[in-house]
């Protein structure tokens, strides 16, 4: 996870009006997602909330570590990763906020 890059197309989002349910196997079904589109009123200010408490995470996270030059190279990318998510929940609420037609949640 640490590793990967962060990706905006790691999943495929259906509505469940348009799928055969059936067609799809049982273990490929993600159980545990939210999915938040952009055009939702609260779109923006929920992803900039998520990406401020992964900041707050970032943050306490250097109030433990030792200084720079005696940091592990797991911490590093842990740090990298973590600061990669941040900023890309940033964009996302960025754009969100700059979405045509906003409604509702439906």
Not at 85 to 96: G, I, K, P
């Amino acid at each position: 996870m640490k590793g990967e890059q962060i990706q905006n197309d790691k999943y495929i989002v259906f509505r469940a009006v348009d799928v055969s349910m059936p067609q799809i196997p049982a273990d490929k079904i993600v159980q545990d997602a939210v999915v938040i589109r952009k055009q939702d009123i609260f779109a923006g200010p929920g992803l900039h909330a998520y990406a401020a408490a992964i900041q707050t995470g970032l943050e306490l996270l250097f109030r433990q570590l030792p200084p720079e030059h005696e940091m592990t190279l797991e911490a590093a990318h842990e740090i990298e990763y973590l600061t990669r998510l941040r900023d890309f929940f940033f964009e996302q609420a960025v754009e969100a906020e700059h979405a045509e037609g906003k409604k509702l949640p439906d």
